[in-house]
């Protein structure tokens, strides 16, 4: 598997899980260097039981579209694989190159696509997204929109649709104290968090707004690096909120459950933008798996996620989503949309489920299992 995802720790968790199938023998290849947001993504090693994990040298580290792997044909030649599953779009340059040098040498692909629009590239991305759709073995799409998407946009391989990861549920689970949360004696006011880019996409001055709106003395817990920090300071400023704003930068992801065990409510406030609309929100599933409620706005696949475990509000609407937040103020239905978002993770999203899930779609690629692909695949 050439994955840049599984730089982090706690998403490694999903090969150490995959490994435990002893009919597989799995590699992971990762970049040595990553940088996200103008700054360098250290690389973590966190769960690297039962299978080989390489670190390898990348061009472009930080260029989403033109990062790939000039030692890729080397390491194929090394370990000769049955399958190579790029975690990759479609239409960036490492997964062009990395399906057109394993096809040269006889080994089936897989790819991976979260993109939920029916976006329109230039060349030359365009030609490898074409090119990738043509040649490679089969597809995984993160959600019933990118399905769709890819449909529409020409695939026709076989499809599965499954998240690229779920949540280790015993990292990621309530407080050891049950009642932390839920008792309004003991934790008065709320605390809301958010984690994740600071764009202008993600909403997080939405959030900001509607804490003012409310008029209650709620706080502010957000996670996060980008080009909107210092917006975001100038805006909490400015609704009075700077000392009820706690915004830290990115933690390891092994700290992510810890954060979320201290907050009440995660909101996930995202804007559909023309070129860009939420392609999942993994930061709900993690935090439903620890106890908190999520909020989010009807921005892409965000109500699909949720379900019935959370609230929605329709996206831009600070009203809105400061009427969800007053919602919660109640014990008693903070308690069982809490209850019912880690049901529904453990039910649909665990970490154990999408790595069961992907070796039996490498068994189906393979022809060494009685399940097709249409036992996964979405409608066109």
Partial sequence: MLSRALRIGAYQRKAELMAEDRRLDLTVVVPERWREEGREVPLERAHLRGYRFVATRLRWPGSFHLHHYPELGALLDQLQPALL????????????????????????????????LRRRYPPPFSWMERFVHGHADGAIAGSLGAAAALRAKGYQGPLWVLPQFGVDADAFRPPTEPDARLNSGRRDPLVIGYAGRLV??????????????????????????????????????????????????????????????????????????????????????EAMASGAVCVGSDSGEIPEVIGDAGLIFPEGDAGALADALRRLEDPVLRARLAQAGRQRVLAQYTMRHVAEETVRIYGAMAGLEDWSAEDGEAPA
């Fill in 85 to 116: 599953h790029v975690d990759e779009e479609p239409y960036n340059l490492a997964t062009f190159l990395a399906v057109r040098a394993a096809r040269r040498r006889g080994i089936g692909t897989l790819f991976f696509s979260w993109q939920n």
């Fill in 200 to 285: 202008a996409a993600k909403g997080v001055d939405l959030l900001l707004q509607a804490v003012a709106l409310s008029g209650r003395p709620w706080r502010l817990a957000v996670v996060g690096v980008g080009p909107e920090e210092a917006t975001l300071h100038r805006l909490a400023a400015e609704l009075g909120l700077a000392d009820r704003l706690d915004l830290r930068p990115w933690l390891p992801s092994t700290d992510m459950p810890g954060f979320y065990q201290g907050i009440d409510v995660l909101v996930l406030p995202s804007r559909t933008t023309p070129s860009w609309k939420e392609q999942f929100g993994r930061v709900l599933i």
